[in-house]
Structure formats: structure tokens, C-alpha cells
């Protein structure tokens, strides 16, 4: 490239006379003249042009794309000076590195800024990838800031011409070791990943593991996860874990809302029509009960020693469910003693055939 620039300006520069400072200067004064013509004539034009559209991110990265480029034409001014130069090799080499390598952190900076701007509005838009949101947002800036400062060291070693062989070979070889020393940690690592890939829940979502643990998410870690249970006890279970085990999210779905249901049992004989209009009106009076979906009230099955009925009603949050319950169920035998209903129970009679002699 830089070569390709000095051919193309030396006709010009030889107008002036064969000494080579005067054409250094020149070429260095020329490549000035451009990179301010570009900031103030081109940069200007597209800033008016993306005024002009609904998105401000075109705005933001006019913003950043600007320095790079007028650096980087200065940088081109410089390299074509030493060029008409024409320092010892050596000099010439350490001087061309230099300038590559200044050229790269200068764009590496652009890409690093724009990375971070891009996935930030990415996350905010509600028709976004839904892989990206507020939450994995951490994951993949990481990721491809990561990328991006892997690809500049690459780049740098060979602007300075160093094998980059020997040392991919090194990494690969502790990349091994360190697989098998901490594999368990790699393990809940990249669960980890997938959890927030994947997003099977999300903090503040109330949820029962396979083993029986129920609780609130309360942080989701590269490492692990917590959940702060019922008793207000915070438990940390790995990645791996989490990754591996059946999860019942009772948050998921279309909304929060949470089905819960009261069991209750009627004697023989009963008005089940009352009873229907009792526990009806008993779930519309409790302030935390949903009035959408509304309470429902089914008769199950003939049982044993009762009619059984079931109260359906929504709440919520499922953490509600536990002072719902107990509501209602004691709101039931309230409303059921007043208005003569008998909630049957178990009962043994026992007669006596015959008392023995002498009794």
C-alpha cells in the first residue's frame, strides 16, 4: 500500500526538485491536506446524511470511523515520506513496523468501540437476535472483544515478522493441560454460556430443580447459579448442574402468572350448586386472586366419603402461592360452617356384638 502511494504521488513531488526532504515534507504535507479534506468535507456530508435518518447509530459510528481514518492517513503520509527517503534497511523495517503496528491499534480501538455499541442497541431492540439481550449482552462482548484482541496480536507479530508457529504450538499444548486440570470448571463454564445462550430463565424467576430445590433466581454466573428459597436460605448449585437437571420455571411462558388450586371435599347430599356459588365468591374477594383468567370451580370426582371439588385461581407471582392457600382455606371453613355445608372427615364406628361372660 504504501508503496503504491508513493508511486502514485512522486511524479507530482518531483515537480518541485530532486531534493528528497522537500519531497518528504510535501509527501507529508499532501497526506495532511487529504486527512483534513476528509474530516472536513467528507466526514461532514455524512454526518448531515445520517442527520437525516431515524437511527442515531449510523451517527455513532461516523463518530468513530472519522479518527481512524484521518490517522490513518497521516500514517500513509509518514510511511511515504521515509520511503522517498530510503533509510538503511534495517531502519527502514523497524520504521515500517512501527507504523503498521500504530495503524492496527488505532483500527483495533475503532473495532473494540463499535463491537460494544453494536450489541449494546442490538439488545435493546424488541425484534432483536434473541440470542442477544441485557443478560448475555456481558457474554458476547467478551466474546468478540476477545476475537478482536486475539486477531490483533496475530497482526502485530507479523508486522514485525516473528513466527507466530512455535507459540500456536505452545498454546495448543497448554490449551490441553489446562482442559484436563480444570475440566470441571471448563464444564460449568461453558454451561454457563449456554444458560445465558439459551435463557431457560431469567433472574427473579421462580423455579423447582429435579432435586426439589425451589426459590427466586437471584444470580446467574459463568460458574454457577443462585437461588434464594422459600426460607430465605441462598443456595448455589453449579452450571453443570443446571445444565444436566429437568428445571421447572414457573415464571416461563406467555406471562408470570401462576395457576393455583384448592382442594375440598362436601358431604353427601350437599347443594353443590351453593357450594359452587361459595367457593366462587370466596376467590373473588381475596385481593391477591387474578380477576384474569377468572376463578374456576370444578367438580372432580365422587369420592370415597365426599363430592371433591377443586378452586383453580391465578396469581401473580408464583411465590404467592403458599399465603394464597392458606387464605382461602381459611376463608372455605369459615364460609362453609356459617352456611351449614359439612366438610366430611374420616370416622370408624364400632359396635359391640356381645360383651363377654360375666361383663
Known sequence: MFQEFQSAILPFLTIFGDDLYIQALLAMALALLAALVFNRVIISGLKKLAARTSLDLD???IDLLHAPIY?????????????I????????NILFSLIQSLAIIIWVVFFLRGNRILLTRISRIENRLKIVHHQTLPLFLNLFNIIIVVLTVYLLFSAWNIDMTAWLASAGIVGIAVGFAAKDTLANLFSGVFILADAPYKIGDFIVLERGERGAVTHIGIRSTRILTRADVEVTIPNSVMGNSKITNESGGPYEKYRCHVSVGVAYGSDIDKVREL???IAQAEELV?????PRVRFRLFGASSLDFDLQVWIQKPV???SVVDSLNSEIYRKFNQHGIEIPYSKQDLYIKELPAGE
Not at 490517522?71 to 520511503?83: F, P
Open 59 to 61: 451517527d455513532h459510528f
Open 320 to 322: 404467592m402461592r403458599g
Open 290 to 294: 387474578c380477576t384474569d383468567p377468572e
Open 71 to 83: 490517522y490513518s492517513i497521516l500514517l500513509l503520509g509518514i510511511a511515504s515520506a521515509t520511503l
Open 85 to 92: 527517503l530510503s533509510p538503511p534497511t534495517l531502519t527502514l
Open 279 to 281: 367457593l366462587t365468591s
